[in-house]
């Protein structure tokens, strides 16, 4: 059977760095136990640090930034252990509901597909409007479900980030959407996407990852 290719991380303009370390995880799922999980942070700082009307709590946002902290030393165990003692008190402010997604995140990079897609759907539950971090904890739970082999849950969040035309994740859920449509079997549905995706003239890694797909399918 033919082997998808790999793909390698680099580090890209600010907005394009959650695309690209996203796309790492995508790409490396079964060779890469740890990915730049640090990449991500910058933009969630940012949106945590943004004024908003979700109730904050001066413990709970030291315990976030310590977490942050603990991640960007490679000390996920404690960054792990930190997020759980945040989001177990603190559920209810904007630094808990973003602790549930960093979980997500630590457990997918350490290969615990069920318990990353346990906080993305935590996540997803108690967080519904966030341009930035709602349809990355979607990826992030299509990503994990696809770790589990549920393709069928992936295939439905992958869905749900390529109905927002607007939004930052929308080529690589299509391209995502596309590939896991032709693992279920459905190889003509997913060339005719692929295709669709090419006509709309996305930067080349995409187009690069489209083509190799499409001659995926053929076989």
């Known amino acids: 059977m033919q082997q998808m ?3 390698h991380y ?3 303009e600010f907005q394009t ?3 690209k370390g996203i796309k790492y995880v995508v790409r490396h799922r079964e060779t890469s136990i740890l990915i730049a999980t640090v ?3 910058a933009i969630v700082l940012i949106i945590v640090l943004a004024p908003g009307r979700e109730k904050q709590n001066p413990e709970a946002d030291m315990l976030h930034t310590q977490a942050m902290g603990l991640v960007t030393m490679g ?3 404690e960054a792990e252990n930190t997020l759980l003692d945040l989001t177990s008190k603190y559920s209810n402010t904007r630094a808990g509901k973003i602790g549930y997604y960093y979980l997500g995140t630590i457990y997918y990079n350490t290969g615990k597909f069920d318990q990353a897609l346990t906080n993305f759907e935590k996540f997803l539950s108690v967080q519904k409007r966030d341009y930035l971090l709602v349809p990355s904890a979607r990826f992030g739970a299509a990503c994990s479900a696809e770790g589990l082999k549920d393709y069928e849950t992936a295939l439905g969040y992958y869905k749900k980030v390529s109905a927002d035309k607007e939004s930052p994740f929308y ?3 299509m391209l995502a959407y596309a590939r896991v449509t032709g693992l279920l079997g459905n190889k003509e ?3 005719e996407m692929l295709e669709e995706l ?3 003239d996305p930067p080349p890694d995409i187009v690069s990852d489209a083509r190799f797909y499409i001659g995926f399918f053929n076989d």
């Open 5 to 7: 290719k790999r793909g």
């Open 10 to 12: 680099k580090k890209d």
């Open 17 to 19: 760095i959650m695309d």
């Open 39 to 41: 990449a991500l942070i």
């Open 75 to 77: 000390r996920l165990q």
């Open 171 to 173: 080529l690589m859920a």
């Open 189 to 191: 549905e997913a060339r």
């Open 198 to 200: 090419l006509e709309q």
